[in-house]
C-alpha cells in the first residue's frame, strides 16, 4: 500500500495514564424534549440525497465536573507573546477544573447532539452486501454543515453510498444553540466520543430507509446495542471520517467499540503528544480563540469580514459560503453571531489529555479496522514545525494503514482543499468497498 510518509517508528512519548473508559447509562424516567431553536432541514443536495435534521440526548454520565462556564477576556489587538500567555492561563484553569472535578457530583445535566441525515433517494438494495455508512465528525469551531462541500464533489463519484450522517458535538452549530442553558465551563473530548458512541450503540437506525425518521431519534432496544458491541452493525458497513479533535473522538470510539468501524479516514487528527511545538502552538490558538470576534450586523458584513482574514480567503468558497449559512444565526439584536460561542470553543481546545491518552493507546487499535491518514502539506511555518509529529502518528498502528499528503491545503483540509479530499476518499471507498470511482485529481 503506497504511502506519502515512509515508516517512521515512534520516538516521541506522554506521560500520560489514559483513563478508563466510563460506562453509558440510560436516562431514566421521562424525558423532557426541548423545543427547537432552529429550523430542520427539508431539502436535498445535488438532487441526489434527502437531508433532513435529528437530536438524541447526549451520553449519561458527562465525565467532567460541573462548574461555571468562565467570563471571556476583553477583545483586543495582542501579540504573539500576549496570545500564548493568555492560552497558556486559560489551559492551565482547564487542568484544575478537570483535577478537582474527580471528586465532584457526577453531572447528569441532559445535553442533546445534533446531526444531520443524508439518505440516497431511491437506494437500491443489494442483499448480498451491507450498504456503505459515512459518518462524519467536524474539527473545533464548525457546524455539522461544514462538510457539505467536500459531499458535492464526492457523491457523485461514489454512487453506492447509501447514507451519511455529520456529527455536531454539544458545545457546536444547532448542538450550541439547544443546550445553550445548560453548557458546562469545562469539557473533555472523551465526552465528545461517549456522544458519538452512545449514537451509534443506541440510536442509529438498524437499517437505511427512504423514508423519514423523526426528529427525536428512538433510542433502540437494549439487545440491539449490545448485540452492535459485539458484533458491529448488523446492515451497515461503516465507515468514519474525522478531522482535527473530530478524528481524536473517531479514533476513542474505534479504540473502545472496535466492532462498530470497518474503516475510518482521519484528517490531520489532533492525537498528539503536546510537547515541544505543538504545546506552544495550542496556547497561541486558544487565546486566539478566545478574543475572537463572534458578532457582525448581517451575514454580508460577516462574509466581507472572513474574506478579509487570511485564514477565512484559504477556503473554497462554497466552505464559507456553508459557514456564513449554518455557523451563525439571527441572535434578536438585529445582528448575526456564532452558533458556537468562542469561550466554548476555547474550552474545547484547551483539554488535551484525550488527545494524549489516544496517542499512547493508538497502536493497540484493532489490526482489522484500516485506516487512511490524511495530512496537510501546503507550505507553511506550522506544517513544517509539525511534519516530524505527522510522521510518527500516521504509523502509531502500522499495520492496515496508509498515508495521503495533500500538498494545497493547511490543516483546515474540508475547508481549503474539499476537491481533492473526496477524489482521495472516492479512490479509497473504491479500493475498499467497490464504490464507483471517477477522474483522479490533482493534490
Known amino acids: ?188 473530548w472523551t465526552d465528545n466520543a461517549r456522544d458519538i458512541a452512545n449514537f451509534l450503540i443506541n440510536y442509529m437506525p438498524e437499517g437505511v430507509e427512504t423514508s423519514a425518521l423523526p426528529i427525536q431519534l428512538q433510542q433502540l432496544p437494549a439487545f440491539i446495542g449490545e448485540s ?48 515541544g511545538f505543538p504545546w506552544e502552538h495550542t496556547q497561541y490558538v486558544v487565546g486566539l480563540t478566545l478574543v475572537k470576534r463572534e458578532q457582525w450586523p448581517s451575514r454580508e458584513d460577516a462574509l466581507r469580514s472572513f474574506k478579509s482574514s487570511p485564514m477565512f480567503s484559504a477556503w473554497h468558497p462554497d466552505v464559507l459560503r456553508l459557514y456564513i449559512d449554518y455557523g451563525l444565526y439571527e441572535d434578536g439584536s438585529g445582528s448575526v453571531r456564532l452558533k458556537t460561542p468562542p469561550i466554548h470553543e476555547a474550552i474545547d481546545c484547551a483539554n488535551l489529555r484525550t488527545g494524549r491518552e489516544t496517542w499512547e493507546l493508538m497502536e493497540t487499535l484493532d489490526e482489522n479496522i484500516e485506516l487512511l491518514w490524511i495530512v496537510p502539506g501546503k507550505p507553511s511555518p506550522v506544517v513544517s514545525m509539525m511534519e516530524q509529529v505527522s510522521k510518527e502518528r500516521v504509523w502509531r498502528r502500522p499495520a492496515n494503514s496508509s498515508n495521503i499528503i495533500i500538498k494545497s491545503s493547511d490543516h483546515l483540509i474540508p475547508h481549503e482543499s474539499p476537491e481533492a479530499l473526496a477524489q482521495i476518499m472516492a479512490d479509497f471507498l473504491h479500493r475498499k468497498y467497490g464504490v464507483s470511482s471517477s477522474r483522479q485529481s490533482k493534490l
Open 228 to 275: 452492535r458491541q459485539k458484533s458491529g452493525f448488523s446492515s451497515r458497513t461503516l465507515v468514519v471520517v474525522g478531522h482535527s479533535v473530530g478524528g481524536c473522538a473517531a479514533a476513542s470510539v474505534a479504540l473502545n467499540f472496535p466492532a462498530l468501524l470497518s474503516s475510518m479516514i482521519l484528517l490531520d487528527p489532533m492525537i498528539d503528544t503536546f510537547i
Open 1 to 188: 500500500m503506497t504511502s506519502s510518509f515512509p515508516y517512521t517508528p515512534t520516538t516521541l512519548r506522554t506521560s500520560v495514564k489514559p483513563r478508563p473508559w466510563v460506562p453509558l447509562k440510560r436516562h431514566e424516567g421521562h424525558v423532557e424534549v426541548p423545543p427547537l431553536p432552529f429550523k430542520p432541514r427539508t431539502d436535498n443536495l445535488l438532487g441526489m440525497y434527502d437531508i433532513s435534521t435529528h437530536i438524541i440526548p447526549a451520553a449519561n454520565p458527562r465525565i467532567t465536573p460541573d462548574t461555571p462556564v468562565p467570563k471571556p477576556p476583553p477583545r483586543s489587538k495582542r501579540t504573539l507573546a500576549e496570545l500564548k500567555e493568555l492560552g497558556l492561563e486559560f489551559i492551565k484553569q482547564q487542568v484544575r477544573q478537570g483535577e478537582d472535578g474527580h471528586s465532584a457530583v457526577t453531572d447528569e445535566r441532559l445535553l442533546w447532539n445534533c446531526v444531520n441525515r443524508y439518505v440516497k433517494k431511491d437506494k437500491e438494495t443489494n442483499a448480498k452486501s451491507k450498504g456503505t455508512t459515512l459518518f462524519l465528525v467536524h474539527a473545533t469551531g464548525f457546524p455539522k454543515e461544514i462538510w457539505e462541500t467536500t459531499l458535492c464533489y464526492l457523491l457523485p463519484a461514489c454512487g453506492v453510498i447509501d447514507e451519511i450522517w455529520s456529527w455536531e458535538s454539544v458545545q457546536h452549530g444547532d448542538s450550541a444553540l439547544l443546550n445553550r442553558q445548560n453548557l458546562n465551563g469545562s469539557f473533555d
